[in-house]
């Protein structure tokens, strides 16, 4: 699967695997005490060496084209694997969605579609953050409105986001 990476969670670890960087990406709440895990759903995104990047330079990620194995559960556990650069068209896009950005979710309501796969969904009070793949054409909807992922034509317009209001 190609993944387009156009957002990440605001929470970062890193392991050695093989001699090699393994790193994780996941959602949380500021607490006003630094970055708190408060997952609601748990999951990673975990970037392996072969990516070449730097994942604390998320500039270097943004709007890459990644290979990836989609979202796979393991002990109440969500995954996304991203391995290597890809090319090509991508087949969904990792988006992050804030509640002070886009607005709060109602997750007990119908707000994805089928093609939203939930990675990691953090929330303390009223400050939500979730992690997404989302597949074109696929929705999600907020508090402030509803958002469609459109296909993008180039790899600069994912990078300015892919997640487009509609009516």
């Given at each position: 699967?190609?993944?387009?990476?156009?957002?990440?969670?605001?929470?970062?670890?890193?392991?050695?695997?093989?001699?090699r960087?393994?790193?994780?990406?996941?959602t949380?709440?500021?607490?006003g005490?630094?970055?708190?895990p408060?997952p609601?759903?748990?999951?990673?995104?975990?970037?392996?060496a072969?990516t070449?990047i730097?994942?604390?330079?998320?500039?270097q990620l943004i709007?890459?084209?990644?290979?990836?194995t989609?979202?796979?559960?393991?002990?109440?556990?969500?995954?996304l694997?991203?391995?290597?650069?890809?090319?090509?068209?991508?087949?969904?896009?990792?988006?992050?969605i804030?509640?002070?950005?886009?607005g709060?979710?109602?997750?007990?309501?119908?707000w994805?579609?089928?093609?939203?796969e939930?990675?990691?969904?953090?929330e303390?009070?009223?400050d939500?953050?979730?992690?997404?793949?989302?597949?074109?054409?696929s929705?999600?909807?907020?508090?402030?409105?509803s958002?469609m992922?459109?296909?993008?034509?180039?790899?600069?317009?994912?990078?300015?986001?892919?997640?487009?209001?509609?009516?």
């Open positions: 699967m190609r993944i387009a990476v156009c957002g990440f969670g605001s929470m970062w670890s890193a392991r050695a695997a093989n001699a960087p393994v790193y994780y990406n996941s949380s709440i500021d607490t005490k630094g970055l708190k408060r609601l759903i748990y999951g990673v995104v975990r970037i392996e072969g070449g730097n994942p604390y330079v998320t500039s709007g890459k084209l990644l290979e990836g989609g979202v796979r559960e393991h002990d109440l556990r969500r995954q694997t991203l391995h290597k650069r890809a090319t090509g068209e991508p087949d969904a896009y990792l988006i992050a804030r509640s002070c950005e886009f709060a979710i109602d997750c007990g309501g119908a994805k579609s089928s093609g939203v939930v990675i990691s969904f953090s303390a009070g009223v939500q953050e979730a992690l997404l793949l989302i597949s074109p054409y929705w999600i909807r907020t508090a402030r409105g958002y992922v459109e296909r993008p034509v180039t790899p600069c317009e994912w990078r300015k986001g892919v997640l487009k209001e509609t009516s």
